[in-house]
């Protein structure tokens, strides 16, 4: 099936698109990455549990992936400008409240679904159906660009969150965060003018599922590649998360320097930049399948590293841990996503690039609150380093057989 003629735009206003897609979803992923230090900050402040206080940044990744779908359903009506401005305003209020919340459950309401909605508006699946349509024969770089600000907001999200909790509390980094974010709405969504949908855009959807121009939900989930897109999602997030949330509390745990550890891992995230879009865009040119399961060894290797320290003097195994999760932090999201507009092109992607999305909110939600649990049960994070291991590779093997195209049934 052949996607859908993308409307005429100059090279340059493609190119810059593609930029302001990595600086709004920075923006949003900076935001919600910052929960690592907040978790910090709410174990010390409050006595939480790990569990307890994994358990909002666990119900924030299961609604960013059951809302997936509607953010994608909305963004082939809408456009993007719409949703970056909606989610923009929803993310505001939940940082606002967030400095005045005192109880637990407020951080299940205000993080886990009122800021994550927000941030899901801001996200891949806003970008992706817009930039598959310019970006054809690249399309994995240009897809790993964008995922790269997923790794690039995480890296520098934690120094900076840890510099503001010191210096204002957590209270007072919620509040100034809130006020920043509030000031980018309108200058961001004017990035994406232009880019809304045409007129009559759900008839035009209806005439090419119609003509054979483009696949249809229906069509996609009656294939096995749309429900191994989905397992490689949840081990993906599951595999991620056992170790992504907890990082600092383990190198604080084991006897590093707060300040010093954010440091160090915020370094190590920053190679995510260039080691999404290395490896998003050699997919372009080796397979998706064979660039991701690169990635996931190198992950692999990175999570073996902390399982090998065992004191704060070990800063080697501390920077090849950094280092090595870091560099493929997101490396799966551009080889996910380019596999799903490869495999399912048309009108419809955002929709079921959405549904296949919840895989990874079931498997990122769960892995971040089976680490805290099981830290809680044993006193280390060892069984969930263990745990993340084993879901990286299934998630190899998963992706790996991806390698035949679909064949499309009738409705």
Request: include cysteine; aromatic fraction near 12%.
């Amino acid at each position: 099936m052949s996607a859908p003629t993308a409307p005429s735009l100059s090279p340059l206003r493609i190119w810059l698109l593609l930029g302001a897609a990595f600086l709004t979803f920075s923006v949003g992923a900076g935001f919600m990455h910052s929960y690592t230090v907040f978790l910090v900050a709410f174990i010390e402040a409050f006595g939480w549990t790990r569990a307890d206080a994994s358990l909002a940044y666990a119900i924030s990744q299961i609604v960013s992936g059951l809302s997936s779908p509607l953010v994608g359903m909305l963004v082939d009506r809408l456009g993007p400008r719409r949703l970056i401005i909606g989610g923009g305003c929803l993310l505001t209020l939940g940082l606002l409240a967030s400095g005045h919340a005192y109880a637990l459950w407020h951080m299940w309401i205000l993080y886990g679904v009122v800021m994550t909605l927000g941030a899901n508006c801001l996200g891949l699946v806003v970008f992706v159906p817009l930039l598959s349509k310019h970006f054809v024969r690249n399309r994995g770089m240009a897809v790993s660009v964008v995922q790269s600000a997923n790794g690039f907001a995480r890296a520098f999200s934690a120094p900076v969150s840890t510099m503001m909790v010191t210096g204002l509390g957590w209270r007072g980094a919620y509040l100034w965060q809130g006020l920043f974010m509030g000031a980018l709405i309108v200058p961001l969504g004017l990035l994406f003018r232009g880019t809304d949908p045409a007129p009559g855009g759900r008839a035009a959807r209806r005439a090419a599922a119609v003509s054979g121009e483009g696949w249809t939900l229906k069509q996609a989930m009656r294939t096995p590649h749309f429900w191994l897109l989905m397992l490689v999602y949840v081990f993906t997030g599951l595999g991620s998360f056992l170790v992504a949330l907890h990082q600092l509390a383990f190198a604080i745990d084991v006897g590093f320097d707060k300040l010093y550890a954010a440091g160090v891992l915020g370094m190590g995230a920053f190679l995510s930049l260039p080691g999404v879009i290395v490896t998003g865009t050699i997919s372009d040119y080796i397979g998706r399948e064979l660039s991701a399961v690169l990635t996931y060894g190198t992950s692999i290797i990175g999570v073996v590293c902390a399982l090998l320290i065992t004191g704060p003097d070990q800063h080697l195994l501390l920077w090849l841990h950094s280092c090595f999760f870091g560099l493929t932090w997101g490396a799966r999201g551009p080889a996910i996503t380019a596999k799903t507009a490869d495999l399912f092109p048309g009108p419809n992607l955002g929709m079921i690039l959405g549904v296949i999305s919840i895989g990874t909110g079931v498997g990122a939600g769960a892995g971040a609150w089976l680490a805290g649990f099981v830290y809680d049960m044993t006193g280390t994070y060892r069984a969930a380093f263990w745990l993340s291991i084993i879901f990286y590779v299934c998630g190899s093997v998963a992706f790996w057989a991806l390698r035949r195209p679909p064949v499309a049934r009738g409705e």
